[in-house]
């Protein structure tokens, strides 16, 4: 029998199997498993999370212009930020390419970048080149946080509530993928989202007790905050607002239902946290459900059948 | 006439290019162009760099253990922090591999990082994975610095010199690329290198002028603390020891001058950097050179004809 592979376990199995080998120090106010880490410095904290974009599988040029695809990969990282109720300040950016790369998809990329960190004060500080076959875009932000916002702190009876939008940018990926160019607000939002980047901080403000970005789909991530917080979360199905964009590439695809786009979607970069019964949401938040006692993610208290959210090698 | 790529400018142009598009805040307290930046927080301060090394370019897995690679991925960016005088004190990894690549690579990998972040005190607090063609590592370190040590405070009339070890990495490099895998001491070095993490806050706090770590070869790197600097570098060809095993690769390779694994060798992360005339040197470092007015990096006076350090994409 030969050895066990990444794809065989797939990434989460992979993640637990790394996060056993990693210690901890004082620095590490909370390390691996959530959105961002918080460290300390010899004077103060931050916090900080890394993504890695790999062409072909988080961005085609063919469907994305360079500027776009700038914009998405900070948007991702600043997105993290946002979960744990943080301002990005600064990033770095290492960048790996085939020699044949324009000089101006280069530049058009750092364009979409640089205008992406401004939606929030944010600067590019350093960063990385290397040769390499595929396009690699590997960023990591930091940023200020005043009270993180962790995944683990969902208590039974808190309100459930999203920021931002939902099942829009993975329509448009549905859109894109069958060859369609349109409807345009959608595929937009795949090439290049909105991530609701105030929403996170107020609701760090407001009290929230757990958060995360939406990027395995509502479902999945909620069953992240569920997992880690020991507790069970029943989502009420008629609480969204289902965008017209969302329905038309839903009624193209022949029948699917266009709420599965917004409970299993990724990829919008909105928001999912929860607070405590009777606290006044903050602006651009909206009651979607309530935290129980139990485990799992439910829709109107049953299994949800649309299917999971994104896997690496599979 | 076909658009420029990438490769025909060369890294450092596209650097250069980069730069132009990045604008700056009140939280960058040094920007992109050195080894390290460093950035304020709301309460604070630390320092910041990231590396990103692909498989066939930076390591090969014939000729590195998983733990080798993942301790000299980790070295490559503590040695950047060493390079400002910082502490590592943090690491976030991105990590990206095709499906194939065996769970006990990755567990070893990581191991190896491990035991390298030991070396410091640092912590891997958070990471990312994907899938991708070949295998991605791209790491960054984040770390403290009392008084961060740039590439551009070299005053004509200060010493120059080196902590660490200086050739031994690119003699390894140099026997592998030829099918040897001995001199062991030169091999293992090339595999999995020994930054001198003592030697950069020493020299800081010893008042060192401007620091650099030593990853495109010494002259290469002079090079660049003489033009951030506005001076020119004349080092002393007496002043090295050349270790046994550098001349004995030297030798095997039919009459190369030792002396430029020492000069133009990268990848033993080492240290580079200017002190007032006049201080005494910390434990560990040695004299090899003085800052002359002018621009440029001269051995004994006269250029010197070894060839340049590593570039991608040529």
Redesign the interface.
């Known amino acids: 029998m030969s050895?066990?592979?990444?794809?065989?376990?797939g990434?989460f199995a992979?993640?637990d199997?790394?996060r056993e080998?990693?210690?901890?120090?004082e620095?590490?106010l909370i390390?691996?498993g959530?959105d961002?880490?918080h460290?300390?410095?010899?004077?103060?904290?931050?916090v900080?999370?890394?993504?890695?974009?790999?062409e072909g599988?988080?961005f085609r040029r063919d469907w994305s212009s360079a500027a776009d695809i700038g914009r998405k990969a900070v948007a991702a990282n600043l997105s993290d930020i946002n979960a744990m109720g943080g301002v990005a300040?600064?990033l770095?950016?290492?960048?790996?390419?085939p020699?044949?790369?324009?000089?101006?998809w280069?530049?058009d990329l750092?364009?979409g970048m640089?205008e992406e960190c401004?939606k929030v004060?944010?600067?590019?500080?350093?960063?990385?080149?290397?040769?390499?076959?595929?396009i690699?875009i590997?960023i990591?932000a930091?940023g200020?946080a005043?009270r993180p916002v962790t995944r683990s702190g969902a208590k039974v009876g808190d309100q459930v509530a999203y920021a931002g939008t939902l099942g829009l940018a993975s329509a448009g990926y549905g859109a894109l993928s069958r060859g369609f160019r349109s409807p345009k607000v959608a595929v937009d939002e795949h090439r290049s989202p909105h991530p609701p980047y105030a929403a996170g901080p107020a609701a760090a403000t407001a009290g929230a007790t757990a958060m995360i970005d939406i990027s395995d789909g509502l479902l999945g991530d909620l069953g992240h905050v569920a997992r880690a917080s020991g507790v069970a979360i029943d989502v009420d199905p008629t609480a969204f607002e289902v965008l017209d964009a969302v329905q038309t590439v839903a009624g193209a695809l022949g029948g699917v239902d266009p709420l599965r786009f917004v409970l299993s979607g990724g990829d919008d970069y909105a928001l999912a946290a929860t607070f405590p019964a009777g606290t006044t949401l903050p602006d651009g938040w909206t009651r979607i459900g309530e935290v129980k006692a139990g485990e799992g993610v439910t829709v109107a208290g049953a299994p949800y059948e649309g299917g999971p959210g994104h896997r690496?090698?599979t």
């Open positions: 050895e066990p592979t990444i794809a065989d376990v990434e992979l993640i199997v790394v080998r990693l210690g901890t120090n620095y590490v390390g691996p959530d961002a880490a460290v300390a410095t010899a004077d103060g904290t931050y900080t999370a890394t993504d890695i974009l790999v599988r988080h300040t600064a770095v950016v290492a960048f790996a390419a020699g044949s790369l324009p000089v101006s280069v530049t750092i364009g640089v401004a004060g944010a600067h590019i500080v350093g960063g990385d080149m290397s040769a390499a076959e595929q690699i590997s990591t930091m200020d005043e690496h090698w």
